[in-house]
């Protein structure tokens, strides 16, 4: 993925600390902690793959009724801003939304667009791997490598009907 939020899964704990730690990351990017926000980070950070704006509308209208689509797409912007979540765009400009702040790779089903983890470990030296000089070649062309995706494309197999 790429991006440097300290945030994981891992570090979530109590809901106290998880306030506390979302709290001071929309703090820090300007933007203000609402119930709103603090509902849809939590509905993130439990959720298995990576959902559109839409299912986090449905999963949070559970907590919060009376939640408006529009709120629910501030958001997640604003959790984007402070770098708590990641927004994973596509070529038609859908978009799905990761909570997860370790570098990782996803799968990606091509007919839904559903993304998912891969379960691989993340190496910071694939780049290297795949082509020694690439990196100075890109460089001597003015292009400064400071990370990369990877995305796996294909069919998640448990999702279609045969």
């Known amino acids: 993925m790429g991006n440097s939020n300290s945030h994981t899964l891992a570090s ?4 106290p600390s998880n306030e506390t730690m979302v709290r001071h990351a929309l703090e820090q990017a300007g933007c203000r902690y609402t119930a709103q926000r603090a509902a ?6 439990q959720a298995k793959s990576h959902p559109t704006a839409e299912e986090v509308y449905q999963a949070v209208r559970q907590q919060l009724p009376k939640i408006s689509l529009a709120t629910v797409y501030k958001a997640l912007e604003a959790l984007v801003e402070a770098r708590l979540a990641a927004k994973l765009t596509n070529g038609d400009g859908s978009a ?5 702040g370790d570098d990782h790779y996803h ?5 839904t667009g559903e993304i998912r983890d891969l379960p691989a470990d993340f ?13 100075a070649r890109l460089a001597a062309t003015g292009f400064e490598v400071t990370g990369y995706r990877l995305e796996v494309l294909g069919h998640f197999l448990d999702s279609h009907e045969s």
Do not use: S
Not at 12 to 15: N, S, V
Not at 107 to 111: E, Q
């Open 12 to 15: 979530a704990g109590a809901a």
């Open 40 to 45: 849809v980070f939590d509905f993130l950070d």
């Open 96 to 100: 799905r939304y990761d909570c997860r």
């Open 107 to 111: 799968l990606r089903d091509v007919a």
């Open 123 to 135: 190496d910071p030296q694939l780049l290297t791997k795949i082509d020694p000089e690439l990196v």
